[in-house]
C-alpha cells in the first residue's frame, strides 16, 4: 500500500495579488493578498511487504513570473500606425500598465511601424539586440470587404510567434482582429476593456518567469 506523508500547506497566489500593482501595496496588508505559507511538497512512498521503499518522489516546483519583481527589467513596444485611432489608445494603456507596475520611461522604448504586417520583423531585430527582456507588439486589424484582413492577421499573428521563437525572448501579442472598428474600440478602453494593457502585464510576467526563474 502506498502511504503519504503529511503535506505542508499549499502556496497560492491569488488574482487580486497579481492583479495589484506594487505602487497600491502600500495601501493594502500583504498578508490579505499572498499567503506566507511554504510551497507545498508531497513524498509519495510504496512499499512492498514492509521492505524498503521503492518509490519517492519530493519537492514539486511551481515556477512563474511575477508583476512584483519588475527592477531591471527593459521593454520594447512595437505599435502600428494604421488604424491609429484604435492603436494609440492600445498603446496608452501598456505604457500605464507598465508605469503602474514601476517599470521606469527610460526602460522603454516605442517603436512606430506603418501596419501590423511590418510589425514581425523589427519585433525580431529588437528580440535579437539582446537589449529587452520582451517585445510588446501591439496592432489593430478590422475586416474589410476583401480577404486583405485574413492575411495581414495571420501573418501577424505567425511572424510574432516567430520572433519570439527565433529570438528566445518573449514577444507579446498585442494585436486586435476585429470584425468593425465598434468591436476594436470596446477593446481598446471600452466595455471590454484595454487589450493593451493586459498585454503590457504578460509581457511583465513573461519578462520575469524568464530571467528570474529560466536564465541560464
Known amino acids: 500500500m502506498a502511504s503519504i506523508a503529511a503535506a505542508e500547506p499549499c502556496f497560492l497566489s491569488s488574482r487580486r495579488a497579481r492583479l495589484t500593482p506594487p505602487s497600491l501595496l502600500s495601501k493594502h496588508s500583504s498578508r490579505n493578498l499572498v499567503s506566507s505559507s511554504p510551497p507545498i511538497r508531497v513524498n509519495l512512498v510504496s512499499k512492498r511487504n514492509g521492505r524498503s521503499p521503492v518509490l519517492a518522489m519530493a ?82 486589424v478590422v475586416r474589410g470587404d476583401t480577404t486583405h484582413y485574413d492575411a495581414v492577421a495571420n501573418s501577424a499573428a505567425s511572424g510574432v510567434l516567430s520572433a519570439g521563437l527565433n529570438s528566445g525572448v518573449p514577444c507579446i501579442f498585442g494585436v486586435l482582429t476585429c470584425d468593425d472598428m465598434d468591436q476594436a474600440l470596446n477593446r481598446a478602453g471600452g466595455k471590454s476593456g484595454n487589450k493593451g494593457a493586459e498585454a503590457a502585464l504578460s509581457a511583465i510576467e513573461m519578462a520575469s518567469l524568464l530571467e528570474h526563474h529560466l536564465k541560464k
Open 59 to 140: 519537492g514539486v516546483q511551481h515556477l512563474r513570473g511575477s508583476p512584483m519583481r519588475t527592477e531591471g527589467l527593459r521593454f520594447a513596444v512595437v505599435v502600428a500606425k494604421f488604424n491609429e485611432v484604435v492603436t494609440k489608445l492600445l498603446l496608452e494603456g501598456a505604457l500605464d500598465t507598465f508605469r503602474r507596475y514601476l517599470i521606469k520611461d527610460e526602460d522603454i522604448v516605442v517603436v512606430e511601424v506603418p501596419g501590423s504586417f511590418e510589425i514581425p520583423v523589427v519585433a525580431t531585430h529588437l528580440a535579437k539586440t539582446g537589449k529587452y527582456h520582451a517585445v510588446l507588439c501591439i496592432g489593430a
